[in-house]
């Protein structure tokens, strides 16, 4: 069955500096979500992305957070200078459509920890 | 009011009971639910998936919707200790990409 696969699995990182969370969404798919997830919280919404731009972002997904679809298959979360509160697990999900009709398949995550 | 609330439990259950886990929402739009399944640091994984008011049926697992009173569940029969793990619910709009997430119900299958 087809997956999301994101990488790295755990990262470890010093507080101002820059990360990059790597996704490959499912191959048929062309709609293309980041969320995270503080421990103990819900999972919350950061941006979604369609034919090569944002549609859609909440207040979270401020000026350090960037989306990027570098080539045909993968999918990138960049947050330029870390912050204590960025700690989380961030999940990468795809879907064939918007959610008429369809839904979204989320990865396994990316557990993002800032010192 | 929070847009999806749901009881974070946890729910402890023997084995072979039937589950019931509810959330309920304010935002009359939502029209598209879900439910997934998290283990613990994992990603969710997608259990069921209906529009609009209704019941499903997959296996085990049902799915209802009722709009008039903001009102969703999963039941799960013959409940097994691998059912074990956080229950989301997560719902949408016609005019949204996000999923807005209740915070997850904690069910413990005791064998």
């Known amino acids: 069955e087809p997956e999301v696969t994101q990488t790295p699995s755990h990262q470890v990182t010093q507080m101002g500096q820059e990360v990059i969370l790597r996704c490959v969404p499912i191959?048929?798919?062309?709609?293309f979500y980041w969320y995270r997830q503080i421990l103990g919280q819900k999972v919350e919404f950061l941006v979604s992305f369609y034919n090569n731009e944002i549609s859609e972002k909440s207040e979270i997904f401020d000026d350090q957070f960037s989306v990027e679809r570098p080539d045909g298959s993968n999918f990138t979360l960049k947050i330029r200078s870390t912050k204590l509160e960025d700690s989380a697990m961030y999940f990468c999900?795809?879907?064939?459509?918007?959610?008429?009709?369809?839904?979204?398949?989320f990865g396994e995550g990316s557990w993002l920890t800032v010192v | 009011q929070k847009e999806v609330e749901q009881d974070p439990g946890p729910l402890s259950v023997p084995e072979g009971a039937i589950v019931s886990l509810n959330c309920t929402y304010s935002?009359?739009?939502?029209?598209?639910f879900m439910w997934y399944r998290q283990y613990s640091r994992k990603g969710p994984e997608l259990l069921m998936y209906t529009y609009s008011s209704g019941n499903k049926e997959d296996g085990r697992f049902t799915a209802q919707v009722d709009k008039s009173s903001k009102y969703i569940s999963l039941f799960i029969r013959d409940s097994q200790p691998s059912d074990s793990a956080t229950y989301l619910c997560a719902m949408t709009s016609d005019s949204s990409y996000k999923l807005i997430f209740g915070s997850g119900t904690r069910l413990l299958v005791r064998p």
């Open positions: 191959s048929n798919h062309l709609y």
């Open positions: 999900a795809s879907g064939r459509a918007m959610l008429s009709g369809n839904t979204i398949y």
């Open positions: 935002n009359s739009a939502f029209q598209y």
